[in-house]
């Protein structure tokens, strides 16, 4: 339950290039609500903030802080939810180590993160901090389904504006490469449960002993239960026999996985991965790689790091690097490979950029070359697949006259989260996993291999049911081409169309939607754009997540423009606003050459339709005039190019912030609805256009130069203000 004191609005408090651009951008939010009678307050979910909060124990009462994303887990089962959401990091293990680290830099006396716990205290320290790993906030928010679009004025500008495409050639020898068996989608068994069931995660090994891996796994009665496992030995040989060919291809190789979501399996493929990259140097060093700490699934940086100090082994991983394709690269510059750092390729933020390149990628040359794309499972690798051919068959998109494929996502309450959970293991011994239920029903049985890697995942049924009345709904108001991404041939997709074919049926709406497997719908997705026509996109939560990447980066140029609102299943509102998968790169530009290239717009559109939600669900005229002249403004940032430039010297997001004040007071002192507010932001429209010269100076003054905000993941408030907010000018109107 929420009480009095609770705000109108949540903003959240998150990390990296987002929270720059609030420290800019909030103030603005705040200042201009006030004058509405709307609170707006803050709750942190930021990686640092969620490592604080695990460990009170450990820190002075003046260092102790909330637990900010339990309390917002409360307030999105209420109809009180009204929460603006900026992308957070879902944290690897190098990002989390390298942000308690800093922590402790600042005096935080939290623990260590054990990678071998031995001790109590130490198997302690490791449970908390496995829970805030990967995908650790997203599940604990949504508490509804997606919809996510691209909002109707950027699409528009973006069809006057039309983006940069690379070109794509029917002779590119870019393509998808994925297991042809032995893979996730392969051993996927899954069941809806009758009744309401608990059920225990058992492994009998070989030797007949029996290891509990998971018990009291709790599930109401119409749950889709899944179940399915990757095996290490087939994952092995497909990647040596990928790396093998794309040798012989003469393009890079890539690996593209999401282990920051998929906390506990991708890591492992990824480490898979590295392995198999230098595996004559793991035969002739294994050993003493192992007492130097190597771990591959930490990836090669951190191995590069380890073993610095031993010549043999520096020599020989040159040597194997020499013999095999060259990578593709994060950073070709700094020599930031793709198997650096498992975090810093992000399957659903990678490929859209490389097939927007026209199927290339920056070589450690410098250069651009076509690329192997190593997509392991074949889950959702074909989406990828049949992109690439389309283009290869039919050239680039055009921006200019393409369509929009929105879509609606099934997410709500953890559904379809698999291989980030507490039902995600690492197999120990060879032997037989069990999914048992109270009653002594085997759920689900897999002959697996020590080593493999064993999954499962669930949806419930009111979250299913309320994804398909959603979809309903969206077909009815917008008439779009309409298509649920489900695979007949699959085992969880079979249980969901199970599902959703007599709901379409009852609600005699059937004949308005079709039902295609990930492949056949890419490719009807695609032929619909191209003609210049609109469709929505209906899936699972993982193609959710791939396709409001994938088509906005290719309609748009980026996801973060994106609006994206979750309609909470109690009645609540949560409006997230975009991707952030680049912000590790903005917030190097910032530091280096003072220039924040974030752009808010996606903030921009979440908070627009917060305010009118809040109109909406609580009778407040006032919110309602804010939140039409936000999208006024937000029309003006885009008419006008006010959008941040990429290179230092350009305009940047401070630059656009001031734009979109003045903007939003213009539009307020114009609006006719509310005399009172008309009156209150006619003198801030004055001097924000009167102090133009003045603000813009101010903002620029220090442009060029280096600056320290006092850290990455926990930065100094006052220092990061100073940066964020430099015209004195500007601050003195908004307050």
């Known amino acids: 339950m929420t009480d009095q004191n609770t705000p109108d609005i949540i903003y959240t408090k998150v990390d990296e290039a987002p929270e720059l651009a609030s420290a800019s951008l909030l103030p603005i939010i705040q200042s201009f609500a006030a004058a509405a009678g709307v609170s707006v307050g803050i709750r942190d979910i930021s990686l640092a903030g969620r490592i604080l909060a695990a460990f009170p124990e450990n820190l002075t009462p003046e260092q102790r802080i909330s637990d900010d994303l339990a309390i917002l887990g409360e307030l999105v089962k209420t109809p009180e939810a009204n929460v603006i959401k900026l992308p957070n990091i879902s944290a690897s293990v190098p990002q989390l180590v390298a942000a308690i680290r800093e922590l402790q830099g600042q005096g935080y006396a939290i623990p260590d993160y054990p990678e071998t716990p031995a001790t109590e205290a130490e198997k302690t320290a490791r449970a908390r901090y496995d829970a805030i790993k990967g995908s650790a906030v997203n599940p604990v928010l949504r508490e509804g389904n997606s919809d996510r679009r691209a909002a109707t004025a950027v699409k528009k500008y973006a069809q006057a504006n039309p983006h940069r495409m690379g070109e794509w050639t029917r002779d590119s020898k870019t393509r998808v490469a994925s297991m042809a068996g032995g893979d996730f989608r392969a051993n996927e ?58 040798k012989a291809e003469g393009t890079l190789f890539s690996l593209h996985l999401k282990a920051t979501m998929m906390k506990v399996s991708d890591p492992i493929i990824f480490g898979h991965a590295v392995r198999a990259f230098l595996a004559p140097v793991f035969e002739a060093f294994g050993d003493r790689m192992a007492a130097l700490g190597v771990n591959p699934n930490s990836g090669l940086g951190d191995l590069l790091e380890r073993v610095k100090g031993e010549a043999d082994i520096m020599a020989a991983i040159e040597a194997c690097m020499g013999e095999r394709p060259p990578l593709y690269m994060v950073d070709s510059d700094r020599g930031i490979t793709n198997l650096h750092v498992p975090s810093d390729v992000i399957v659903d933020a990678s490929m859209p950029a490389l097939i927007r390149a026209g199927g290339k990628g920056w070589g450690p040359d410098g250069k651009e070359h076509d690329a192997v794309c190593v997509i392991p499972d074949t889950c959702y690798a074909p989406v990828y697949d049949e992109t690439i051919e389309f283009f290869k068959q039919n050239g680039k998109l055009n921006p200019a006259t393409a369509g929009t494929v929105q879509n609606l996502g099934l997410m709500a309450q953890k559904a379809e989260e698999y291989g980030s959970h507490p039902t995600t293991f690492e197999i120990p011994a060879d032997g037989v996993v069990r999914m048992v239920l109270e009653d002594g029903t085997i759920l689900h049985e897999h002959k697996v291999q020590k080593g493999d890697i064993w999954r499962s995942a669930s949806a419930r049924k009111a979250p299913i049911e309320d994804w398909v009345n959603l979809a309903i709904e969206r077909q009815a108001i917008t008439g779009y081409r309409s298509i649920f991404w489900l695979d007949e041939t699959r085992a969880h997709d079979a249980q969901l169309i199970a599902m959703v074919k007599p709901i379409l049926e009852a609600r005699g709406v059937a004949d308005k939607f079709e039902i295609m497997a990930p492949r056949e719908a890419t490719r009807a997705s695609l032929e619909t754009i191209t003609k210049g026509e609109n469709c929505i996109a209906i899936t699972g939560n993982v193609l959710r997540d791939y396709l409001t990447d994938l088509f906005p980066i290719l309609e748009l140029a980026t ?65 309602k005039v804010l939140g039409d002249a936000v999208d006024t403004a937000t029309q003006g940032i885009l ?45 801030v429209a004055k001097a924000l256009s009167d102090g133009e010269a003045a603000i813009l100076a101010e903002l620029h003054a220090a442009r060029g130069q280096a600056v320290d905000q006092g850290g990455y993941y926990h930065p100094d408030p006052v220092k990061t203000a100073a940066i964020m907010r430099p015209s004195a000018t500007l601050n003195a109107i908004i307050g």
């Open 639 to 683: 008419d006008h190019d006010r959008s941040p430039g990429r290179k230092a010297g350009e305009p940047d997001n401070r630059d656009s912030h001031y734009w979109f004040a003045r903007y939003w007071a213009e539009a307020l002192a114009a609006q006719t609805e509310d005399a009172g507010l008309a009156a209150h932001f006619a003198p």
């Open 189 to 246: 068994t899954s069941a809806t449960l009758g009744a309401a069931a608990k059920a225990r995660i058992v492994l009998t090994a070989a030797d007949g002993s029996e290891h509990l891996l998971k018990d009291g796994v709790s599930y109401p009665a119409g749950t889709v239960v899944d179940a399915t496992y990757m095996s290490a030995a087939a994952l092995s040989d497909f990647l040596a026999q990928e790396i093998a060919r794309t």
């Open 559 to 623: 996801s973060a423009k994106m609006l994206s609102i979750v309609k909470l299943m109690q009645g609540g509102g949560l409006f997230e606003t975009g991707a952030g998968g680049s912000a590790p790169k903005h917030v190097q530009q910032l530091q280096g050459e003072n220039h924040l290239r974030w752009d808010s717009l996606g903030e921009f559109c979440a908070l627009g339709e917060s305010f009118r939600f809040l109109a909406q669900t609580k009778g407040n005229a006032k919110a």
